[in-house]
């Protein structure tokens, strides 16, 4: 076994660092409240350990070789966080109708990791740069897939959490307008700089 210490740390910044995911589960927690965030956090959980397989398979090479390909996965991407941008700059306030608002799904959750430039990136480079279990390239593969999932779970329980604690905050229109509009802008930063670096 080797890495094993460089890998989990590189994990951590990686998956842990703000994105377009973190950001976006923050932005929930903050708008619905943890527990109804729950959902969505799974959802980029699956996404990512979908992104995990793509990216360890080798599909995403293949994918981005075709003629063509490369721009129209990029605006695809872009589209949907410019979406999701919008929505997060333009909720309205908290309210105790809550509940009637449109909360982040599950399939949602899955859609956007999908489509995550720095998730594909991310896990490019912790499963080009370490080797855990040498000479078994499976099991190496499976291995940093749980270890990753259980890194990504963890750090997205934290994202969700921070986010929640801001609810108090999403009952103030001036502060809630503010506070959405720095996620909005936080998302589309982090998918720019994904993008270019």
Same mark, same amino acid.
């Given at each position: 076994m080797d890495g094993w210490f460089g890998f989990i740390l590189a994990g951590i910044a990686l998956t842990g660092s703000p994105g377009p995911n973190t950001l976006g589960l923050a932005a929930a927690g903050a708008a619905f409240g943890a527990r109804r965030g729950v959902w969505y956090m799974n959802g980029l959980l699956i996404g990512m350990v979908l992104v995990m397989a793509i990216t360890a398979s080798g599909v995403l090479g293949v994918l981005f070789?075709?003629?063509?390909?490369?721009? +129209? %996965?990029? &605006?695809? &991407?872009?589209a949907y966080f410019a979406y999701l941008a919008y929505r997060i700059a333009t909720a309205p306030p908290l309210s105790d109708e809550t509940t009637e608002r449109r909360q982040p799904s599950f399939a949602g959750g899955v859609f956007q990791s999908l489509v995550n430039p720095k998730a594909y990136a991310a896990m490019a480079a912790l499963f080009s740069s370490f080797?855990?279990?040498?000479?078994?390239?499976?099991?190496?593969? +499976?291995?940093?897939?749980?270890?990753? &999932?259980? %890194? %990504?779970?963890?750090?997205?329980?934290?994202?969700? #959490?921070?986010?929640?604690?801001?609810?108090?905050?999403?009952?103030?229109?001036?502060?809630?307008?503010?506070?959405?509009?720095? #996620?909005? +802008?936080?998302?589309?930063?982090?998918? &720019? #700089?994904?993008?270019? #670096?």
């Open positions: 070789a075709v003629p063509g390909a490369t721009p +129209v %996965i990029t &605006a695809i &991407a872009v080797v855990l279990i040498r000479e078994h390239l499976a099991l190496d593969v +499976v291995t940093k897939v749980l270890v990753l &999932a259980v %890194i %990504i779970a963890l750090v997205n329980i934290v994202w969700l #959490f921070t986010g929640a604690a801001l609810t108090r905050y999403f009952r103030t229109p001036g502060i809630n307008r503010a506070i959405n509009i720095g #996620f909005a +802008v936080l998302l589309v930063l982090s998918v &720019a #700089f994904a993008l270019v #670096f």
